[in-house]
């Protein structure tokens, strides 16, 4: 399976400040259609995940712009601009590219300082 | 909109079997392309994706490593809901579980609807 790593663990950031998270692929997940097989999660205090980031860098519907991913191949970002009350969570990278067997990243935890 | 209603938590006893409901609004079962998934989060082995199937003329199916053999993923067309059995269960199989749904139009545009989750708990 592909063993997604995600950094830092946890994160915390002053309102208004940018925040940037990492996630590796153990392997390419470059498919031969062009697009990388790479979504972003971001899972609030006491709800479900909710997709932020699908096919490596295209924003889900009601995502705002302040929130960006970019990375090709086993290297992948996640942007806040200006991180947000809002914000606070944790955030999951995961693999499609093996679908149907999809992994998840360990997450990484969003704090307001 | 779409929406998926999960059955509640779950109490079971070692080596029972776990059954779960998700019920769909705003979408179709058998609608090609979607594939619907199981997909659990514990902290022994975080999120974790369990079971899924798609229908492209006939249903198929597909099951995670640590389920294989045990579980069944049963579509219930009729009333546009599917369930997720596991057999012989054990404490690790406790976690939130969630069903889910995989948005394929042309493209793969990823785990866009989730249901709420449901808590298992398995303990002597």
């Known amino acids: 399976d592909f063993v997604m790593t995600q950094s830092p663990v946890s994160l915390s950031v002053s309102l208004g400040e940018p925040a940037s998270i990492s996630c590796t692929s153990s392997q390419s997940l470059l498919h031969t259609d062009g697009y990388n097989y790479l979504d972003w999660y971001v899972q609030k205090p006491g709800q479900s995940p909710q997709l932020l980031i699908y096919l490596g860098s295209n924003r889900a519907s009601g995502v705002p712009d302040r929130i960006s991913a970019s990375g090709s191949g086993t290297d992948f970002t996640l942007k806040i601009s200006r991180v947000e009350a809002d914000d606070v969570g944790m955030y999951y990278c995961m693999q499609g590219l093996q679908s149907p067997r999809i992994t998840f990243g360990g997450g990484t935890k969003v704090e307001i300082k | 909109q779409v929406y998926l209603q999960q059955s509640g938590p779950r109490l079971l006893k070692p080596s029972q079997t776990l059954s779960l409901t998700c019920v769909i609004s705003g979408d179709s079962l058998s609608k090609n392309k979607n594939a619907w998934v199981w997909i659990r989060q514990s902290p022994l082995r975080g999120l974790e994706w369990v079971a899924r199937a798609y229908y492209a003329s006939q249903w198929y199916f597909h099951y995670g490593t640590t389920v294989q053999g045990r579980a069944m993923f049963e579509p219930d067309t009729p009333r546009n809901q599917f369930s997720l059995q596991l057999n012989f269960v054990t404490p690790e199989d406790s976690g939130v579980y969630y069903c889910?749904?995989?948005?394929?139009?042309?493209?793969?545009?990823?785990?866009?609807?989730w249901g709420q989750g449901a808590t298992v708990t398995v303990s002597t």
């Open positions: 889910a749904r995989i948005k394929v139009d042309t493209l793969n545009r990823g785990i866009d609807v």
